[in-house]
Structure formats: C-alpha cells, structure tokens
C-alpha cells in the first residue's frame, strides 16, 4: 500500500476505514527466515519476502485487488493475507509460501482482514466489520467454526496472539485515540495496555511473550516503542525526522524490523531491541513487516551399550497444528560406521500438535576394548532449522590381559628381547611397566637392570622391551633374568613373570692328542701318556670321561685298558692320562689303539679322539 493511502486511512479511524494496515503479529521463537511485507505496484498491493539483509526480494502474489496483510503460519510453510480480490469485499486468504494453493477463508462478501495465527497453527484471529464498528473473530486454520470473542468496538485493528497462546493483543478505539489492549482468547479479561494521548497501534509480541512493540503518534510522529506484556515500562526506541511505522520482532529475539516513510515509498529498516544500530536493508519494501519463525528442534543425548539400539528423540520446540516432516541420519563423529553402528538415515513426521519423534540406531557388538564413541546426528527439512546432536555407544568389553614371555639370548649380543602381548587388541593405548631382577644372572656384570614403561598404541597385540646384556670372557654356564609387568593402565595383568635366559659363548673346546712309545721287553710295561687340552682356560672347572678302544692294538694284550673321568682345574688348560703298554713277543712292527672323550662337562668336545701306537721292539729290545 502506497504511504499516501496509509496515512490517510490511519487518520480516517472509522468504519469505513476498513483497510487500514496495522496489522500486527506474534514473532514465535525459532530461527530467523524471511521477512514478507506488501508493496503498492501496478496500481495494487502485492505480496513479497526477503531476507532479513533486503536480498534474494520475491514476489508472493500477482491477483486483481489488493493482496496485504500477510502473516507466517508458525511452521513458516504458508501465509494467511487478507485480499480485496473481490472488489466490493475484503476477506482473508491461505496460501503456500511460494504463493501457491490459495484458498478462500471468509466470504465472499464482508469485510475481514488482519489475521494472525494462533501459535500452534490451528486458528487465525482476525477483524471483522459488525455494523458500523468492529468485531475480533477466530476461525480453525481451515476457515470452519468461526467464532466472535469480543464485543463490537467502535474500531479495532492489528489483533496478535501471543507465543503462548493465553492472550491476543489489538489496538482498539477509546474515545478519540487507539489504545493497546489484551483480551483472553476466549473474550474474557479485557485490559487496556496504554493510555497516553496519540493513536497507540500495531502491536506485536516477542518471542518470549514478555514483552510488545507498538507504533505510536503520542508525540506528534508516528514513532516506535516497546513495553512490557502487562504495559509497564514503556520506551521510546526510534526517534526520527520521519514517520516509522508496524514492528515486527525476529525469531531468535535479538532484532526489530519496521517500516520508515521514505517519500512515496516505505523503506524497511532493522534494529536491535533497544532501538540502537538502525539499518536499511531495503528501499523498495513497502508496508507490513512480518517474520518468518523457522521452527527449531532439538536432538537428545543419549548413551547405549554396544550391541544394543540407541533411541534418539527428537524434539519440536513448540507443538504446530500442520504435520512436519524431518530427516534424521547418523553423521560423522568418533565412531566407525558399519564396524561400531550401522549408518541410519529416515524420515520421520511431527504429527499435529506433537513435539517428539524417534529414531533407532542400531549399535553393533565388537570385542575390542575401546573409548567411548560418539555417532553424530544431524536433523534437516525444509521448514526447520538443521540441528545435531550425538549418540555415545558405551563400551563393554573387558581390557585386555597383558603377559611376557620367555626368552633365550646370546650373550654375544647387545641386547635380550623381552616380548610383551596383549590377549586381544584394544582401541585404548595400553601401558604397563617391565621390570628386570631375580634370577641367577648378576645384574651389571650380565646385563643392564632395566625398569620400562611400554605404550602399546591402539590395536597392536604385541611390543619388544631391550635389555642390554654384558658380554664377558668368562666361560660360565647359562644365566637367567626375570621380567616382572606392574602398573597396568587399560589392561590387566596376565602372566606377568617371565625367565630371560643369557646363553654362554665363552666356553672351551677340549681335545686329546696322539702320542708313540715304543715297546720294550716281553712283561715290561711301558707308560703312555696322553695329553688332554683346552682351547683357553675357564673360571670352572672341566671334567670329561675318557675310555681306551681296541684298533690293531689289544687290550689285555698289548696294553692295559682304561676308562675313567678326568678335570681340568679352573683357570688351568691340560691334563695327562697315563696308559700301560707292553710287548707281546710279536713281531709286529707297530700297533694302536684310541682314547675316546665323551660327556665333557664346561667344554665341548672338538678332538674327542686321541690315538696311542705302538712301535714293536723285537728286533731291537732285548730280554
């Protein structure tokens, strides 16, 4: 509408003047969408929307007559307007919000204009002409069941239910001047808001329902101010060099839309609650301001135990009377999908007037002792506001045990492995202490004594702890360590005793040599001594049995057999074994037999047999 054609028919406050724009709404709480409004263009008021920065400006309707008025359904999916279409009546109108579906309210014929929706979506209070004066009306969202609440006021204009929906604010004749006034929606409780001189309009709740915006000519100008629900505190919030008209509170609370005269056009101007920070965002709006609500959901926390199905509830943050579809999918977090839960993604529908939905994750089982994980849940639509939340699957597994087990080294090496394992593997980094003592092993003269703190990064079974080994001269048998496992953090302890045994490399070799000797006389026996050696001395003494074997030589015969177990001192490297041989009157040139070593004791064998020969003395010993 043209401001020419509002500023008259706002002085003109009569019957006649039934299209005055003060339509007036109630900002529901949720998420700041569009803003719609009516612009004079053609020769006739149409509907547009914008965002709430003057872009992306679309024009809702394109009838004969006039289309005005309009105000969000709360579910912010369609508009109920008032239309002159009809040419020698004024009625109210649905549609979607692409201006699609228009359906006829009221009519044809009458005057009712003005509507505003009941919070929940399921009425629309509207103004409707009785006579010479005027009248509140509500009606179901379909247009049936039309009811009058009030009396027939000389005039009344802008009726706005509040977000709770206990009461509806209007502006309505007292004496010469409009007023703000409240009404329960059933028409009782009657209380005037303002009472100060100068027409008092428009009013429009905030979300929270505490407080109103209202346009005001107290002082001469049409300006804008705010009070409390109850009329208190009443307070100036613009203060101009022209008029500023119809405010209109953003969803989420924080800012006030309104019209400012702008030569032949309005302009719309945002500012925050208290009037501070006033911005154009747009110089081709024209009258009316209305904010679209997104509605805004919830998602409640919930945990689970794996293996079992997390419920997710969805929550609408204020019930509507149309039904209200979402879109519900597990996304992202810690969790795995397909290995800790399985990827969901459904549609679910608010039924009307119901706040909750919900959803069923299913949560698979594992072995694996891990952290609590998180599933993350995201919900989207159309005509919501997109929210998360997460899931968090509790574990059950147990941790895992932890052991260490035996091992054998070399002390020719620079270190034992000491190898630690875990029974199954976890997604929790597992710590435990190995610690080196006991044993017959010296710690410092075998090896290092060692104290380790060992991490096992997640989901590895298995890790090698070092203890360096001291390698000495000293021929000396095998030596043994223990690891002891302590201190376990997310496991247990299983075996936790282990044997580290050092094998030897110092010991000897133990060989015997050959000798000759010749025979004398027939009944003479004559010694051969055989000597038994080491390849280096030792700390411990060597033992080690040795026997005579037949070869051309016999026992008994030509030689005394023998067996027995010979030793080495400590730090010596030989010993003898003397042998008795004789003549057997044979002439024979020469004769041998062995002497086998066997089970040595701190030595290995690397000669184990020595041989004796016999050389004959037949021809050059005598009798």
């Given at each position: 509408m043209s401001l020419l054609?509002?500023?008259?028919?706002?002085?003109?406050?009569?019957a006649a003047a039934l299209v005055v724009p003060g339509v007036a709404?109630?900002?529901?709480?949720?998420?700041?969408?569009?803003?719609?409004?009516?612009?004079?263009?053609?020769?006739?008021?149409e509907i547009f929307s914008m965002n709430p920065d003057g872009s992306d400006e679309r024009q809702i309707t394109n009838t004969t007559g006039d289309n005005f008025d309009p105000d969000w359904s709360p579910s912010g999916a369609r508009?109920?307007?008032?239309?002159?279409r009809d040419v020698t009546s004024t009625n109210l109108f649905t549609m979607n919000a692409d201006g699609s579906n228009q359906v006829r309210l009221t009519g044809p014929g009458g005057a009712n204009l003005e509507p505003s929706w009941s919070p929940d979506g399921s009425k629309i209070v509207y103004v409707t002409a009785v006579g010479t004066g005027r009248a509140l009306m509500t009606m179901n969202a379909d247009g049936s069941n039309k009811s009058q609440?009030?009396?027939?006021?000389?005039?009344?204009?802008?009726?706005?239910?509040?977000?709770?929906?206990?009461?509806?604010?209007?502006?309505?004749?007292?004496?010469?001047?409009?007023d703000v006034y409240r009404i329960n929606p059933n028409g009782t409780g009657l209380?005037?808001?303002?009472?100060?001189?100068?027409?008092?309009?428009?009013?429009?709740?905030?979300?929270?329902?505490?407080?109103?915006?209202?346009?005001?000519?107290?002082?001469?100008?049409?300006?804008?101010?705010?009070?409390?629900?109850?009329?208190?505190?009443?307070?100036?919030?613009?203060?101009?060099?022209?008029?500023?008209?119809?405010?209109?509170?953003?969803?989420?609370?924080?800012?006030?839309?309104?019209?400012?005269?702008?030569?032949?056009?309005?302009?719309?101007?945002?500012?925050?609650?208290?009037g501070s920070a006033q911005t154009k965002v747009s110089d081709t709006?024209?009258?009316?301001?209305?904010?679209?609500?997104?509605?805004?959901?919830?998602v409640t926390g919930v945990s689970a135990v794996e293996g079992t199905s997390a419920t997710v509830t969805v929550q609408l943050a204020r019930p509507l009377a149309e039904p209200l579809t979402v879109t519900i999918a597990t996304n992202g977090g810690s969790a795995t999908s397909g290995a800790d839960y399985q990827a969901t993604s459904v549609t679910r529908t608010f039924a009307p007037q119901s706040t909750t939905v919900t959803v069923p994750i299913p949560l698979l089982e594992d072995t694996i002792d891990e952290q609590n994980e998180t599933?993350?849940?995201?919900?989207?639509?159309?005509?919501?506001?997109?929210?998360?939340?997460?899931?968090?699957?509790?574990?059950?597994?147990?941790?895992?045990?932890?052991?260490?087990?035996?091992?054998?080294?070399?002390?020719?090496?620079?270190?034992?492995?000491v190898i630690l394992k875990l029974v199954r593997p976890s997604s929790r980094p597992v710590t435990v202490t190995a610690?080196?003592?006991?044993?017959?092993?010296?710690?410092?003269?075998?090896?290092?004594?060692?104290?380790?703190?060992?991490?096992?990064?997640?989901?590895?079974?298995?890790?090698?702890?070092?203890?360096?080994?001291?390698?000495?001269?000293?021929?000396?048998?095998?030596?043994?360590?223990?690891v002891t496992l302590s201190d376990p953090v997310n496991a247990t302890i299983g075996d936790g005793s282990g044997t580290i045994t050092i094998t030897d490399d110092d010991t000897p070799s133990i060989s015997i040599g050959n000798v000759t000797v010749t025979e004398v006389s027939p009944g003479v026996f004559e010694t051969a001594t055989v000597f038994v050696g080491l390849s280096h001395p030792t700390n411990q003494p060597v033992t080690v049995d040795y026997a005579t074997a037949d070869d051309t030589a016999t026992g008994g015969v030509d030689y005394v057999r023998s067996r027995g177990r010979l030793t080495i001192p400590a730090g010596q490297t030989s010993t003898s074994i003397p042998l008795q041989v004789t003549s057997d009157g044979d002439a024979i040139t020469s004769e041998r037999f062995f002497v086998n070593l066997s089970d040595a004791v701190g030595a290995t064998l690397s000669g184990p047999q020595g041989r004796v020969t016999i050389v004959d003395c037949t021809t050059t010993c005598t009798a």
């Open positions: 054609r509002y500023a008259t028919a706002l002085v003109v406050v009569t709404d109630a900002t529901l709480p949720g998420a700041n969408g569009r803003i719609a409004f009516s612009v004079f263009s053609g020769g006739s008021d508009f109920v307007f008032t239309s002159t609440i009030s009396g027939v006021f000389p005039f009344a204009s802008a009726p706005a239910w509040s977000p709770n929906g206990t009461s509806i604010a209007f502006a309505m004749l007292s004496g010469t001047n409009l209380t005037r808001l303002t009472t100060a001189a100068g027409n008092d309009d428009s009013p429009t709740w905030s979300p929270d329902g505490t407080k109103l915006a209202f346009t005001t000519l107290r002082e001469g100008q049409s300006k804008i101010y705010s009070m409390n629900a109850d009329g208190s505190a009443q307070t100036r919030l613009t203060n101009n060099s022209v008029p500023d008209y119809r405010p209109a509170w953003s969803p989420d609370g924080k800012k006030i839309a309104f019209n400012r005269a702008g030569g032949s056009v309005w302009d719309m101007y945002v500012m925050n609650t208290d709006a024209g009258t009316g301001a209305a904010w679209q609500s997104i509605p805004t959901v919830s599933i993350g849940i995201s919900v989207s639509g159309a005509l919501i506001a997109p929210a998360s939340g997460s899931v968090t699957i509790v574990d059950n597994d147990p941790p895992p045990a932890v052991s260490v087990t035996d091992n054998t080294a070399s002390e020719v090496l620079s270190s034992a492995s610690t080196t003592g006991g044993g017959t092993a010296t710690p410092g003269t075998d090896y290092q004594p060692t104290q380790v703190s060992w991490t096992f990064p997640p989901l590895t079974t298995s890790a090698v702890v070092f203890v360096p080994l001291v390698n000495d001269s000293a021929a000396e048998p095998d030596e043994t360590f223990g």
